[in-house]
């Protein structure tokens, strides 16, 4: 089964002047579409041929893991972020993220600082863990958790590659364009699907 | 102890147009400086205030390993670069590389070929074995041979910040400029010495 690159769910340009359209040319049209086709190269004559991306997701290793685990994170991300986003999120997800973390502002300020502390490359996750709870949790290069039956509601990319061109090394100011760009209505419907 | 960041061997400008004056303000004048800035706060008070950088290398693990290690491999990665640089080694080095890996051209398509192929942030390096050999080695993140009590002879930077300004995803490219640019020089000095 061919994996094709999925449809950015926006115009390139659209996240200016927050990121780029130049970033996102390299991020999706460069990096995503480069996992997108080394996956492709890569499961030709193996168990994972016609498996779904999650299934290979959750049983794949090295190289064959690394790509369709990147592949999936950046279909993911680019959904988490929108040009009408930010603010905060309402109704049963606002009050689970109250609960979990005392109130929206401390959760924003200790997900910010995970980002900023996820040291080399990484993805930093709001997760749905299998009792309920919310959690934030750090993975390093194209770790998920899809592999360790937790439920992604949102996800910021910390590779350099994600704000290199816009922000350069200052990746906290890259964080403060997340938060206005987040898309909340995304997370909130993964919430609401487990 | 107060760590400072160690002067650059040459100009900023001296790496053009492999490498851009802007890559080394930010790389040298950004990362590097962060790097020993973060260690100089992570170790006041602790029993690593006093130790050698390699010791704080050798005995500490989180952050403090990180950035400790991160400040000793940009040093190093600096003296493998010249504006003098390119070319083939001489001498004992030289020798070293063709029992390895028979000519010096299959040496440098392998390194070339694990730089390129390393997954995530990290660093390539050339080192010296047993018996005057030398290997290829790739590590993660901050992540370096001296932990495991190798002789380092050269090393190329893979975090994206390393090559991102000047050739965006490109790594091949940013693999041409350091063959440009590779210090023999000092690499056949660390092997003499080691």
């Not at chain 1, 999650?54 to 950046?74: K, L, P, T």
Request: net charge negative; with cysteine; proline share 4%.
């Amino acid at each position: 089964m061919e994996h094709k690159l999925p449809p950015l769910p926006y115009d390139k340009s659209a996240l200016e002047p927050k990121i780029s359209a130049e970033t996102l040319e390299f991020h999706y049209g460069k990096h995503h579409a480069t996992y997108v086709n080394n996956l492709n190269k890569l499961i030709p004559g193996t168990e994972f041929e016609n498996m779904s991306l999650e299934d290979i997701v959750r049983n794949a290793s090295g190289g064959i893991f690394n790509n369709a685990a990147q592949v999936w994170n950046h279909t993911f991300y680019w959904h988490c972020l929108t040009p009408q986003g930010g603010g905060q999120p309402e109704s049963a997800l606002g009050e689970a993220i109250t609960s979990a973390f005392g109130s929206f502002s401390n959760f924003k300020e200790k997900f910010s600082t995970s980002a900023a502390t996820n040291f080399g490359s990484g993805w930093t996750w709001l997760v749905k863990n299998s009792d309920g709870r919310l959690e934030i949790v750090n993975t390093s290069n194209a770790g998920t958790p899809l592999t360790e039956s937790k439920t992604a509601l949102l996800t910021i990319d910390v590779w350099e590659h994600a704000y290199y061109i816009d922000y350069r090394n200052a990746r906290p100011k890259y964080i403060e364009a997340f938060w206005e760009l987040v898309n909340w209505s995304h997370a909130a419907k993964q919430f609401a699907a487990t | 102890m107060n760590y400072e960041l160690p002067s650059l061997p040459y100009e900023m400008n001296a790496l053009e147009p492999h490498i851009s004056a802007e890559t080394l303000e930010y790389h040298y004048g950004k990362h590097h400086r962060k790097y020993v800035n973060t260690l100089n706060e992570l170790i006041a008070g602790s029993e690593f205030e006093d130790m050698p950088l390699e010791s704080i290398i050798q005995k500490a693990n989180g952050p403090i390993f990180n950035n400790a290690a991160q400040v000793w491999n940009h040093a190093f990665y600096w003296n493998c670069l010249s504006p003098k640089g390119g070319g083939e080694p001489v001498g004992k080095l030289a020798e070293a590389i063709e029992n390895s890996y028979r000519s010096f051209h299959q040496f440098k398509e392998e390194f070339t070929k694990q730089a390129t192929a390393l997954f995530g942030a990290g660093w390539v390096w050339l080192v010296k074995g047993m018996d005057e050999t030398v290997a290829i080695e790739q590590t993660k993140d901050g992540d370096n041979p001296l932990t495991r009590g190798r002789i380092v002879l050269l090393t190329c930077d893979m975090w994206e910040h390393a090559y991102y300004i000047d050739y965006r995803n490109d790594k091949g490219r940013y693999l041409d400029a350091f063959w440009n640019l590779v210090n023999w020089d000092i690499a056949a000095s660390n092997f003499d010495r080691g």
